[in-house]
């Protein structure tokens, strides 16, 4: 059994420290703001609710932290108050964040200056997968590092992905979201376009289940839009901040991205509409707005 601080009780968190806490781990956790869970967390008996970040980490070997974005990182993490100060020297941080690369090398570097391990190791899935288990990491940082803790990771995931050094696994998870922003976009279009036309979403979903063009997003989603399903699993503010961080990675890299700079304007105006609070997907909502449909 492993003593563990959690940092972050979002959408994704809770089901990572239930599945932790499944595996037989301690779980030291701690959130900004008060949130209420589910009684198979709060009531378990090795969920320690803990009140601060340092109080969380005070002495423990393994961190662990999902949070919304660099601000957040660097609140939780560094200072006198943060993580790094707190926890056991020779730590071993697991970072999954969605954030910029740059963001995940300087504190791997932080975390060296203060005798800890950091890996960057965000995950694709949504809250459903985080609850269920089936989520992936996908990690940058050294592989002895990841060796001592993927045991941990295994048991609340259905796979650990090493990509490479540090910033590695961050680049990598923005390249997924942006093929899911991509496809979501270009999905409300072709909606749109059906729905205009008179096609039945009965027969919209039955083709687009066997079109070679679909995929899992697009079979997903489809089915949440047809069914004015905009229930937020990963909400469309964060889908937002995420395709700013793959512009930036592109300006840093010399890598144009026009295709992902007008995705990134149509989710700007979603989040101008007032649809940040819901699922990503409603991007469609502005599409069929745009396209006079009625709601």
Same mark, same amino acid.
């Given at each position: ?100 690369? $740059?963001?995940?090398?300087? =504190?791997? %570097?932080?975390? @060296?200056? &203060?005798?800890?391990?950091? /890996?960057? !190791? ?59 922003? $991509?496809?979501?976009?270009? =999905?409300? %279009?072709?909606? @749109?376009? &059906?729905?205009?036309?008179? /096609?039945? !979403? ?91 449909i009625e709601e």
């Amino acid at each position: 059994m492993a003593d563990i601080a959690y940092l972050g009780l979002g959408l994704m968190g809770r089901g990572m420290v239930r599945n932790l806490l499944q595996a037989g781990h301690r779980v030291h956790a701690w959130n900004r703001s008060a949130v209420e869970l589910p009684e198979e967390i709060a009531a378990h008996p090795f969920y320690v609710r803990a009140a601060s970040v340092a109080e969380a980490a005070a002495g423990r070997d393994r961190i662990m932290l999902c949070v919304t974005g660099p601000d957040a990182q660097r609140g939780v993490l560094l200072g006198p108050d943060g993580a790094f100060a707190h926890a056991a020297r020779g730590a071993v941080v697991v970072d999954s964040t969605t954030t910029d690369p $740059a963001v995940s090398r300087s =504190l791997a %570097e932080a975390a @060296a200056q &203060a005798g800890h391990g950091y /890996l960057d !190791a965000p995950v694709y899935g949504s809250k459903d997968q985080a609850w269920d288990g089936s989520i992936g990491f996908i990690v940058g940082g050294d592989a002895a590092v990841l060796q001592a803790v993927r045991p941990i990771l295994e048991a609340v995931s259905g796979g650990v992905h090493h990509l490479g050094p540090s910033g590695a696994g961050a680049v990598m998870k923005l390249i997924g979201n942006l093929l899911s922003a $991509a496809q979501m976009a270009a =999905l409300g %279009e072709g909606l @749109a376009l &059906a729905c205009k036309n008179g /096609l039945a !979403a009965e027969g919209v979903i039955e083709v687009l289940d066997r079109f070679g063009g679909s995929s899992g997003v697009i079979r997903g989603t489809a089915r949440k839009t047809l069914a004015n399903d905009f229930t937020p699993a990963f909400h469309l503010k964060n889908m937002a901040k995420d395709i700013g961080l793959m512009l930036d990675l592109g300006r840093a890299s010399g890598v144009p991205m026009p295709g992902t700079a007008l995705t990134a304007e149509l989710y700007r105006a979603a989040l101008v509409a007032g649809y940040g609070e819901l699922q990503a997907n409603a991007v469609h909502k502005l599409q069929f707005r745009l396209a006079g449909i009625e709601e």
